[in-house]
């Protein structure tokens, strides 16, 4: 029984050594979900969970189980992710885009001027409002 939780122990030992120098050897733009660092701390102070939860979600997908090595297996080499479901695949013409960007960028300048126009007659409107209080009711408006 204590030969058991002792080799048990010793595993879990070489484990989280094991996952702290990957970690630390790992490139900080081939890790996944979490930052370098983040993964390092979590390794460290949560030392059975951490260690297991970098094998499975923060490694490199198909790194070598070697530290510090940059292959990869054959089976699991990186590759570029599908594009989802439902995208087109082949991309917006340049003369459509540029025609409908083009189109936008109008539209919007055009919003702008409005809400320009609009802003510049309530500040016409209430200048004359402060002008008519200022020169009270005995002056005539020039």
Not at 1 to 7: E, P
Not at 98 to 110: D, F, G, L, T, V
Request: proline residues 10%.
């Amino acid at each position: 029984m204590i030969l058991g939780q002792g080799l048990f122990g010793l595993i879990a030992l070489a484990l989280w050594v094991y996952c702290i120098f990957d970690v630390i050897s790992t490139d900080q733009s081939k890790i996944q979900n979490l930052p370098k660092m983040v993964w390092l701390l979590i390794v460290v102070f949560v030392p059975a969970i951490g260690a297991i939860a970098w094998l499975l979600l923060g490694r490199p997908r198909g790194a070598s189980f070697r530290p510090r090595s940059t292959e990869y297996r054959p089976d699991a080499s990186p590759t570029q992710p599908e594009p989802p479901q439902g995208f087109p695949e082949r991309p917006i013409p340049d003369a459509d885009y540029q025609r409908r960007r083009e189109e936008a960028i109008r539209r919007h300048q055009e919003e702008r001027e409005e809400e320009l126009k609009a802003r510049e007659a309530e500040l016409r409107r209430l200048e004359d409002e402060l002008r008519r209080r200022e020169q009270g009711p005995d002056e005539p408006d020039k």
